[in-house]
């Protein structure tokens, strides 16, 4: 049971280029969370899923994109990245679905991209 | 949006001593978490604790919501604990934690 996996660990990209973190968890939970976490802040919400099929915005979606390729996988694009989305990016699961159910979110260890 | 605050920022404690962490929100909530990231950056869950006391080893942890704030207590700290502790908050029907800017622990031996 390896719990929230992200690749990759480390990247550099130059301004302009794209990519993708991938994200994945084998716990069959149902709702899963992108954030990023800029120095001397706390985790900012990019997008989250709170089940197959359905993608939504959180506090800070602007030049991401995402998709919720099956129960499991849940990836973030950056069509053409920028120096202000350097930072430090984490993903997270968590059991539930929408509604008033309260649980425990498990992060990965996530992935430092450093945008030139 | 909810306004979480976190005192004191900062926190530099010599080992084997206590210590207190607040936590401050500005509406009702359904979900509050508290996590700690150690120095390589892995953020761990410490507590679900919505209301009510909870203990875990040295770690213990209060939140009076109807008093909106919340309470994380480290007991005879170590080196170990070192690192940030962030709350975590979820307002009914919203489905999104909000985190809090954190609370950077240094215990020095």
């Known amino acids: 049971n390896a719990g929230v996996t992200q690749t990759p660990k480390f990247q550099v990209l130059k301004t302009g280029q794209s990519m993708t973190l991938q994200c994945a968890q084998d716990m069959n939970h149902n709702s899963m969370y992108w954030y990023r976490q800029d120095p001397g802040m706390g985790l900012r919400l990019i997008y989250y899923s709170a089940s197959e099929g359905t993608t939504d915005k959180g506090e800070v979606p602007n030049g991401y994109n995402v998709s919720r390729l099956n129960k499991r996988e849940f990836s973030l694009r950056l069509e053409s990245a920028a120096p202000s989305q350097t930072s430090v990016y984490f993903c997270a699961s968590r059991p539930g679905t929408s509604g008033p159910i309260q649980e425990t979110q498990y992060f990965g260890p996530g992935t430092r991209l450093l945008v030139l | 949006g909810i306004q979480v605050e976190q005192s004191p920022p900062d926190l530099i404690l010599q080992e084997g001593a206590n210590s207190t962490l607040r936590c401050n929100f500005s509406?009702?909530?359904?979900?509050l978490q508290w996590f700690h990231q150690n120095p390589w950056g892995q953020l761990i869950n410490l507590f679900y604790?919505?209301?009510g006391t909870k203990q875990n080893g040295r770690l213990s942890a209060t939140t009076v919501a109807t008093e909106r704030y919340s309470l994380l207590y480290i007991s005879s700290s170590q080196t170990t604990d070192s690192g940030v502790y962030f709350c975590?908050?979820?307002?009914?029907?919203?489905?999104?934690?909000?985190f809090g800017a954190g609370t950077t622990v240094t215990v020095r031996a």
């Open positions: 975590a908050v979820e307002r009914p029907n919203d489905y999104k934690l909000s």
């Open positions: 604790i919505p209301s």
């Open positions: 509406d009702s909530v359904n979900n």
